[in-house]
């Protein structure tokens, strides 16, 4: 790898950055009548106190971030992490030498809630659609016992509306790493040739995905067969590509800690005229959905515009539930392109439009591009796919 | 990347082993009281089925998979998800059009359970310690109410039994990727030099990872600075290397869904005699592990072998909060090498040996191994790291 690697943004985020994430947060904390938030997951951790590491793969500790109403968030984590905190905007770092099983920060977390809410506060907790409690559910219920007094209400709304818009810095970061995965997309016919086991062509889009600047690759995958695929979520095996397949590759690399999160087409040789008019319709779906996308629509609208292409066209619309989603700090966030989703659209979301359709014989496809939602509409920030399936070799 | 690939282990695992994984949980589920087993967590779903799918990284959906008394798991799961399990051991595969915020799977969960246990079942939830359920709270607390007369219980130990104790097959994958993985820390000569910014370093690093045929690089974490590092969980930032630098990596590569975890230590050119009396310090303490770690022995007696080595020489004990772990679907799992954990090891277990100590000016190093138990003791997965620091340069 020669070639000088495209400018990137500065990593990382500006103190006053962080400092307007926790404000408007305790603006909506008032609003909903919230003590405190507690937060136990990587990108709620990370959204407000800027703290970025891979560790979080390990399930062993726990981690905590509490948002008072006024001043700084206050960290209630393990030993392990707090150099790398300390480094934050962050002054109130409480650590636990974890793991400590028999209590393992559960009565720092309890003296922390008290001393900054009380012991009957109202602590808002994401509960909701697409959030999970990262900490053993029996120390959680060790955490209630020992603060009966506490009212836990649901803050996934908050949360929610507070990181569905992106700021400048985090456009261009997402913007960053989708620019570097088009230009990895586009190394595709040097990448990518019959004969080659998939999981080695998996490995091959991987290697350039790093050498274009990409930070990790944790999220690939994809299929290939005969006229198209039939599953879009499983790991590759070791059936070489064959003349005739539709061979597509989803994946959601990182720059800085945020995910680009879109796929490609590519027909190995000739492969079916069903395969190339799913393409066809999944194309003008997509070109449906950006007419579809602007501030003030509802996402299902958004939805309901590139169902109308497919069922047009008689294609039946897959099993993926959505036809695309909110991606930011994670490959998927809220909202969702879906009938049942009426989050009216707002400048700075970014979002992925994923129409995806079944066809012929147990087959599918899936298309997707990746936007910033701009005063004025969509803008792109995937290179558009190309109007007819690519045909390599 | 023109060298053949190691020979890898077959992918998967052998139905036989996915019934006896199954057969060997009744068999606890009954001594424990349990009428069914509630998994929601990847490994613990993949431990049962053989579902593996990089999916997993959107938080969108929750999976479930409901272990019964006598039979095969049945899976109530996102209908993205319908081919991939189909192609598991598995018949009975329930699904529904996820996402669905406003029943996502809780009615057909509610359902299943109450077919395959009654109405006032006692059911095995993961509840301790390295445990989170991945599903909604409010979701959990839903279901609670559908079924109040349902007693859940923990089931971490049992799931913690299963898990500790890997099958040769299981021991084979991660014995492969932590070959590759070694082989990757010998190029370290042609991957660093001086002037490379850290981030470029680990990047080289991830490419000769994958040319050598691991499928991912989930975590890589390290860091560099003059005589030594001060923190091991942050991302690398744009500080070139520099002669005197002290260059730690520690990574989790996966083959076939199988973490290898272990560190490399190099010397940039002339570092201090601090450093070098650190690694050998913590060389000495692995080997102390090495020996302590039979059939028999409890992880606290391998925490105090290597404990005593760091004490013997004055090295304070650094962050980390315990000397090594258990791994293999996941980076870290139980046991842990640390003061509170009596488990007794046994053959089949694999494990990581892993002292820290802290050294000089707030720096601190970190030394590891990963081996799995024979009966007669340890066998090295991972190639031996030096006896003594290596340079670079």
């Known amino acids: 790898m020669t070639a000088p690697l495209p400018a990137a943004p500065e990593r990382g985020f500006a103190e006053a950055e962080l400092v307007q994430r926790t404000q408007r947060a305790q603006a909506l904390m008032r609003e909903a009548g919230f003590d405190l938030l507690l937060l136990t997951t990587e990108p709620e951790v990370r959204y407000f106190s800027g703290f970025l590491t891979p560790f979080w793969q390990s399930p062993t500790r726990p981690w905590f971030l509490l948002v008072p109403r006024a001043g700084k968030p206050v960290a209630v984590i393990p030993e392990i992490g707090g150099a790398c905190m300390a480094r934050t905007w962050l002054d109130d770092i409480r650590t636990w030498p974890a793991p400590r099983p028999d209590d393992d920060g559960v009565s720092l977390l309890t003296e922390a809630i008290r001393e900054l809410a009380g012991d009957a506060a109202t602590v808002g907790l994401p509960m909701g659609h697409e959030s999970h409690l990262r900490m053993p559910l029996a120390d959680f219920q060790r955490l209630r016992e020992r603060l009966p007094g506490l009212d836990v209400a649901d803050a996934t709304p908050l949360v929610r509306r507070l990181r569905m818009v992106k700021s400048d810095a985090e456009v261009a970061k997402i913007a960053h790493v989708a620019t570097l995965v088009s230009d990895a997309f586009d190394q595709a016919p040097r990448l990518f040739r019959v004969g080659m086991p998939l999981v080695e062509a998996f490995r091959a889009f991987k290697t350039a995905c790093l050498g274009l600047g990409v930070d990790d690759v944790p999220y690939l995958v994809g299929g290939a067969g005969p006229g198209g695929y039939d599953d879009i979520i499983s790991p590759p ?102 009938a049942f989703d009426t989050t009216v659209i707002e400048p700075g979301m970014v979002l992925t439009l994923e129409p995806a359709m079944a066809y012929g014989d147990g087959r599918m496809m899936v298309h997707e591009e990746n936007l910033v939602v701009r005063d004025d509409g969509p803008e792109l920030l995937t290179r558009r796919a190309p109007r007819a399936l690519p045909r390599i070799g």
Chains 1, 2 share one sequence.
């Open 237 to 338: 095996g070791e059936r070489p590509l064959a003349d005739g397949d539709v061979l597509m590759l989803d994946t959601g690399c990182t720059f800085d800690g945020y995910f680009c999160d879109f796929d490609r087409n590519f027909a190995i040789g000739d492969t079916s005229d069903a395969a190339r008019r799913a393409y066809d319709t999944l194309y003008r779906a997509t070109e449906a959905g950006l007419a579809a996308v602007r501030p003030g629509a509802a996402c299902r609208e958004v939805h309901r515009a590139m169902r109308a292409v497919l069922e047009a066209d008689g294609g039946a619309t897959g099993n993926v539930g959505r036809f695309g989603h909110g991606l930011g700090m994670q490959l998927t966030e809220w909202p969702s392109h879906a």
